[in-house]
């Protein structure tokens, strides 16, 4: 599962801008995100491409530190995220603070949490049950140590390779000029993916050439922001595989 940690920025000389995020929110996702505390908003998703979308909206408008966990989520059902617990929320918590410390870089940070076990399995266990071999018992749990290691490798990477390929296209967001985006706002909403031949009725609507629609989605770098959000999300899905533990 994934946790979202979302804080606004410069929130104390700022209005309070998390009612607005949430009800924005509503209409992108089924997620349920409230206020946390303060001038933060949390949530937890269960989709990668979910992840991607809200990320990169909140990123969007340059108000928002986004931090991202992936990990385990204890949480009744239609429970608020308030009350949930796991090493997911542990570790979106550590990304949010992270984002805040990102001076020069998109402020987002993805943080895998730390797996506990393996298939049930204690790490690091001393205990040993009565009859055991405890040469065969110690070969085991280095096994499992060794296993719970490299999954544990494996998914920080993939969560730093996601918060990577996430920066890139955040930057291509964040830098998307006005014009650029009623452009792309109008193609997305007509869902052609900005092909030529669906920027003819976007260039009539805006009362622009299709030219001008051309060059504002060149410019944009939506096309390439478009093919990226799949590979973030793939990051996303692998790093939380290995989280779990699943080979």
């Not at 491409?49 to 986004?66: E, K, M, N, Q, T």
């Not at 992270?98 to 790490?123: F, I, N, Q």
Request: glycine residues 12%.
């Amino acid at each position: 599962m994934y946790v979202l940690t979302i804080d606004q920025r410069g929130s104390t000389s700022d209005v309070d801008r998390v009612p607005d995020l949430i009800a924005e929110l509503r209409s992108l996702t089924g997620a349920h995100f409230e206020r946390s505390v303060g001038d933060e908003l949390q949530g937890t998703v269960g989709d990668a491409l979910d992840v991607v979308d809200i990320a990169l909206h909140a990123l969007r408008s340059g108000h928002w530190y986004v931090g991202i966990g992936i990990g385990d989520v204890r949480l009744e059902p239609g429970g608020s995220p308030r009350e949930g617990t796991g090493s997911g929320f542990v570790a979106a918590r550590t990304a949010v603070e992270a984002a805040k410390g990102a001076a020069g870089h998109v402020p987002l940070s993805v943080v895998a949490g730390t797996m506990d076990s393996v298939k049930g399995a204690p790490r690091n266990s001393r205990e040993e049950p009565a009859g055991t071999n405890n040469g065969a018992t110690a070969g085991t749990n280095a096994e499992m140590n060794t296993s719970v290691d490299t999954a544990a490798h494996a998914a920080t990477n993939a969560a730093a390779n996601a918060q990577a390929v996430l920066r890139l296209i955040g930057r291509l967001v964040q830098q998307r000029t006005e014009a650029q985006w009623r452009v792309v706002d109008r193609l997305r909403a007509a869902g052609g993916g900005g092909r030529h031949g669906s920027q003819k009725p976007v260039a009539r609507e805006l009362g622009i050439t299709e030219q001008s629609v051309s060059r504002a989605v060149l410019r944009s770098g939506w096309q390439e922001e478009w093919a990226a959000r799949p590979a973030a999300a793939m990051l996303l899905d692998y790093a939380l595989a290995h989280t779990k533990g699943d080979r």
